[in-house]
Nanobody, 114 residues
């Protein structure tokens, strides 16, 4: 059975940092491409950052230079380090693992507010 579980969200002030984790099980994680997506109220879901099985990364222009995605194949986990957070980063952040098929987690809420 496949499990994708995000954690690490919360409330943070503008300029602050958060680190999200996406823990997986039930898939050959080292072969999976993984992406972090976010969806704010009233907006479409957007890809924030992605990491390929071999470690190649890409970022949306809105987070480039502030967010860093990384993976630990031994733990089956992908991380998203978010720095210099802005109110417009407020959203539900979800993780998607692709191994021929997409597997989604339930998401974690990130709120950036003073």
């Amino acid at each position: 059975q496949v499990h994708i579980v995000e954690s690490g969200g919360g409330l943070v002030q503008p300029g602050g940092s958060l680190s999200l984790s996406c823990a997986t099980s039930g898939i050959p994680f080292s072969l999976a491409a993984v992406g972090w997506y976010r969806q704010a109220p009233g907006k479409q879901r957007e890809l924030v950052a992605a990491i390929a099985s071999r470690g190649t990364t890409n970022y949306s222009d809105s987070v480039k230079g502030r967010f860093t995605i990384s993976r630990d194949n031994a733990k089956g986990t992908v991380y998203l380090q978010m720095n210099s957070l802005k109110p417009e980063d407020t959203a539900v952040y979800c993780c998607k693992a692709n191994i021929g098929k997409d597997y989604w987690g339930q998401g974690t809420q990130v709120t950036v507010s003073s």
